[in-house]
């Protein structure tokens, strides 16, 4: 099982990012999925998570609108948009599976985003 992270980036206050996750060795539609941060200092947290089928979502309370999460089990693939990026943003992005109905899950490996002037 390996998750990869991709897109992270150095990027100006109100800039945006797109990041994404490629998944390989499971089948990515029996997952649920999220994305979770971690700054410098402070504990990772969630930034937000998909169903399996995409049809549900959730976001942290700090997102406020600003990000998107999508999936493309087709393709193994999940995907955050993220705009109006602020220097709280700053953080390492990972991505996050958890076989649905287990405690089983898997980590990729994180990509950095910096959001500075």
């Known amino acids: 099982v390996k998750l990869v992270e991709s897109g992270g980036d150095a990027v100006q206050p109100g800039g945006s990012l797109r990041l994404s996750c490629a998944a390989s060795g499971m089948t990515c539609s029996a997952q649920t999925m999220g994305w979770y941060r971690q700054a410098p200092g402070k504990v990772r947290e969630l930034v937000t998570a998909i169903s399996t089928n995409g049809a549900s979502t959730t976001y942290g309370k700090f997102v406020r609108g600003r990000f998107t999460i999508s999936r493309d089990n087709n393709n193994s693939s999940m995907h955050l948009q993220m705009n109006s990026l602020g220097p709280e943003d700053t953080a390492v992005y990972f991505c996050?599976?958890?076989?649905?109905?287990?405690?089983?899950?898997?980590w990729g490996q994180g990509t950095q985003v910096t959001v500075s002037s």
């Open positions: 996050n599976a958890r076989q649905a109905g287990t405690v089983i899950e898997y």
